[in-house]
């Protein structure tokens, strides 16, 4: 899982890449560590096939799901704190450590690079605008190999040929799985459903 040779070397973060995985292993659970290594694996895969820096991949793989597992007592104080949009605080932890989760990766973390806290901003929710960086750790934490459901297979290959049209894709999934299932959508959803979706070629 740990195999990858890489060598940080552009201080886009205070930390080689074996000090920040151990900063992970610190934050997180087994289980969600182990999601986060196989996250950075296929951020570097998508990096490379749309000739994008692997480090700042690789570091946008790995720190996305930094506050996973924090309690909700902490984003609830962020979101005050930082008079975040006060709709935020209708939802829960599968749209804070996202949404909120991005803070915690600058002030914690110490990282200031804005388009890899904009990765773990959007990385839940797509965004209207989103970089090459946000594309791919967004896809690359719905692609990675230890995900198992229907059509994963599918939206690899779309992806693996066109980023865009994965973005797509997963984007048309999640939001038809919240309407089928009556879960709440995040308004953030639904704009990106209307930037990347509408147009788009993909089923």
């Known amino acids: 899982m740990n195999d990858i040779e890489l060598e940080y070397k552009e201080n886009i973060v205070p930390y080689s890449r074996k000090e920040l995985i151990n900063k992970l292993k610190s934050a997180l ?3 969600r560590f182990e999601h986060v290594l196989r996250v950075e694996q296929m951020a570097i895969k998508l990096a490379k096939l749309n000739n994008f820096d692997e480090e700042m991949a ?9 506050a996973k597992q924090r309690p909700d007592e902490d984003f609830i104080a962020a979101i005050k704190k930082y ?11 599968a749209i804070w450590h996202g949404a909120v989760g991005y803070l915690f990766v600058q002030n914690e973390l110490r990282i200031s690079n804005v388009e890899i806290l904009n990765a773990v901003k959007y990385h839940t929710t797509g965004s209207k605008y989103m970089s090459t960086l946000s594309q791919i750790v967004y896809m690359a934490d719905y692609l990675e190999m230890g995900r198992e459901f229907p059509g994963v297979d599918e939206a690899r290959t779309i992806t693996f040929n066109n980023l865009q049209d994965g973005v797509a894709y997963q984007t048309k999934h999640t939001l038809e799985y919240l309407i089928s299932n009556n879960k709440s959508v995040y308004p953030k959803t639904i704009d990106t459903y209307n930037q990347w979706v509408v147009n788009s070629k993909i089923k």
């Open 83 to 93: 008079h975040l949009n006060e709709n935020l605080l209708n939802y829960g932890n």
């Open 58 to 66: 690789s570091i946008g793989g790995l720190v996305h799901d930094y």
């Open 29 to 31: 659970k087994q289980s």
